[in-house]
């Protein structure tokens, strides 16, 4: 028994053991496929074939009944990740993709992944010595794809909501004394380090590897005094495929945040500068031709790009010369942060400067500091009361 229905509107027929079968074509990605509903009622096929039309004509439809984890995290990473993220937030991704989710899970059907796939997933992982952070990341890409997956209605539900994650402590700041910075300084100035205007602005400013790494001259805008100057932080010196920029390797981006900002500095920072940029100088007419001219401020003695991984191994070899303890190059924004609130800079001024998106970030992230503030306000008002 059947009824012909319209063209593309499908078919419904009573199978010899008494079941009934719906079918209907759908047009995927691989083409034409041919789709079989089954139910115990005509009534309760009708309406199947129904919903299963109407989401048809919603778009493409995909066969997901055999589409793999890890095919569809292929798949997510090119139609909805590239394209609408950052270079390196994408490479993240893709890191996380390729070493932790499908080797796993990328095997099993994405319409059968279980909350406890990935919680098992985590614990493995964690056990593999992990840190909580790590294993929190792989939630979050996790989670990200599966709730597109959810969006693209290509599973019922989204799985990774119900696992937890590792609870993750906020990494302790430790940033440099004042006494330890001028150490660092004068360890350079002393070695005529043709660095030292690096370190210089690095200290006096905050910011972050990759956006001193981005500073062009046409950023730095200097006084005519000499009493200070400003930089102009539009973008930030990224890893990435090798052959972007016509630097292997590297690319520049927009700013943490999406934004750039503008930084004062007083005359310490701007001396360094002028300095460092008459020694550029002479680099160039020595080098004449064989100078790779980027117009970058901080860069090799042959110009071009000055890799982030240079700067830590030059680093470190300091923070020895000084007989500092070892600590990573973010210590000095953390350092430059802590001295600013320290000297009574207000909160809201050192977020502008450091490019935070909140000053609950500023505030949460230096909250050693939010002690002595607090006494310092205390003995002000002090001192207008009594």
């Keep these: 028994m059947s009824k012909k229905r319209g063209n593309g509107e499908g078919s419904i027929t009573k ?64 139609d909805a990740v590239r394209d609408t993220v950052k270079e390196r937030t994408l490479m993240r991704y ?40 790590t294993v929190r990341g792989i939630h979050v890409v996790a989670n990200r794809a599966m709730k597109q997956a959810l969006r693209w209605d ?15 402590k906020d990494a302790e700041v430790t940033p440099l004394s004042r006494d330890q910075a001028k150490r660092l300084l004068a360890t350079l100035s002393a070695e005529m380090d043709r660095l030292e205007a690096f370190y210089a602005v690095a200290l006096a400013t905050g910011l972050r590897i990759g956006e001193l790494l981005g500073l062009r001259w046409q950023d730095v805008v200097l006084d005519p005094d000499n009493s200070g100057g400003e930089l102009r932080v539009r973008r930030t010196l990224v890893r990435t495929r090798p052959k972007r920029e016509g630097f292997a390797g590297y690319a520049f981006d927009t700013p943490k945040g999406g934004k750039g900002r503008s930084v004062r500095f007083k005359g310490g920072a701007a001396r360094h ?3 460092h940029k008459a020694r550029q100088g002479e680099e160039k007419l020595r080098l004449g031709a064989d100078y790779a001219d980027s117009e970058l401020v901080f860069t090799k003695e042959v110009g071009g790009i000055l890799p982030p991984w240079e700067i830590w191994r030059h680093f470190a070899e300091l923070l020895r010369r000084s007989g500092l303890p070892t600590v990573p190059f973010h210590t000095l924004r953390h350092t430059a942060a802590t001295l600013m609130l320290e000297n009574g800079e207000h909160p809201k001024v050192v977020q502008e400067i450091l490019g935070h998106a909140n000053i609950s970030q500023t505030l949460g992230t230096y909250s050693h500091v939010t002690p002595n503030m607090q006494s310092a306000a205390a003995e002000r008002l002090d001192t207008v009361l009594f």
């Design 15 to 78: 199978r010899r053991e008494g079941r009934w079968m719906a079918r209907y074509t759908v047009h995927t990605i691989e083409g034409p496929k041919r789709k079989t509903l089954y139910a115990k009622t005509r009534t309760e096929a009708a309406a199947k074939l129904a919903k299963a039309i109407a989401e048809r004509d919603r778009g493409v439809a995909f066969d997901t009944s055999r589409m793999t984890f890890g095919q569809y995290l292929e798949w997510w990473l090119s």
């Design 154 to 168: 290509l599973v019922s539900r989204n799985p990774v909501s119900d696992a937890q994650a590792p609870r993750t």
């Design 273 to 275: 500068l002028r300095s």
């Design 94 to 133: 893709e890191q996380v993709c390729r070493l932790h989710l499908t080797p796993i899970l990328g095997r099993l059907h994405l319409t059968k992944l279980k909350s406890a796939h990935f919680q098992a997933l985590y614990k493995s992982k964690m056990d593999d010595g992990l840190s909580p952070a």
